[in-house]
């Protein structure tokens, strides 16, 4: 079965430090894995996607992620945290079973940027 | 914000009652979904529409009947629910060119209160 873990419920960051938010996933064959952020009574926002080709991924509002496949990681991260940065990010893989589009999402973890 | 816009934002209501949820997509998309956010627990695909047919029931109680009309509009009625359904329900669509790929984009969700 496939699945996606994030092992932090909360990662606390000092703005202007870099910041890390961990993935890990569990896929048979090539996974696609995607990033989306979710702000207090939003809907989620998404952030980045890994295909194919180039392990680092540059997404939306400075965020980037690195496909590890040995690693089986899609961690997020961003040079320089700012406190607006602070909300509730998912990670996500693609169900290729039956081709229905289906996400499968981690639990989400907070991230807590402090001034 | 996202071009999936979906009413109404907040609902209240008692079990006994029949209620519908709206989303409609403005992105050109083909493809629209329902999944449910619940408290402590990762987003759970409900129903997927692909050129308005049904591609996707991830065993859903039938208290719970999505309706597509057409490729920008997505319902789901409610009836007889029970406490444990309130939640966040979400909408999305994508593109639809390879369900497998597509990126989804997201509405703000309503938030169900069942009584």
């Known amino acids: 079965a496939q699945s996606v873990a994030q092992p932090e419920d909360q990662v606390n960051v000092a703005e202007g430090n870099p910041l890390t938010v961990k993935c890990t996933y569990s896929?048979?064959?090539?996974?696609?894995l995607f990033w989306y952020v979710q702000y207090p009574n939003r809907g989620l926002q998404f952030l980045l996607k890994?295909?194919?080709?180039?392990?680092l991924v540059k997404g939306s509002y400075g965020f980037e992620a690195e496909f590890n496949k040995s690693q089986t990681s899609f961690h997020l991260k961003k040079p320089s945290a700012l406190v607006s940065d602070s909300a509730l990010y998912f990670c996500?893989?693609?169900?290729?079973?039956?081709?229905?589009?289906?996400?499968?999402f981690g639990q989400g973890t907070t991230l807590q940027v402090k001034p | 914000e996202t071009g999936v816009t979906q009413t109404p934002r907040h609902l209240v209501m008692g079990m006994t009652n029949k209620k519908s949820l709206k989303c409609e997509q403005h992105?050109?998309?083909?493809?629209m979904y329902w999944y449910k956010q619940s408290a402590k627990k990762p987003l759970e695909l409900m129903f997927v529409?692909?050129?308005?047919?049904?591609?996707e029931n991830n065993s859903v109680p039938s208290r719970f009947s999505p309706e597509c009309p057409n490729s920008s509009h997505l319902f789901l009625h409610l009836h007889t629910l029970q406490p444990e359904d309130s939640a966040l329900y979400l909408c999305?669509?994508?593109?639809?060119?390879?369900?497998?790929?597509?990126?989804?984009?997201f509405g703000p969700g309503t938030r169900l209160t069942v009584l």
């Open positions: 999305a669509s994508s593109q639809d060119r390879d369900l497998s790929t597509d990126t989804q984009y």
């Open positions: 896929v048979s064959g090539n996974p696609y």
């Open positions: 890994y295909i194919t080709g180039d392990n």
């Open positions: 996500a893989v693609r169900d290729r079973v039956g081709n229905t589009g289906k996400l499968i």
């Open positions: 992105l050109g998309h083909n493809a």
């Open positions: 529409y692909s050129l308005e047919e049904r591609v």
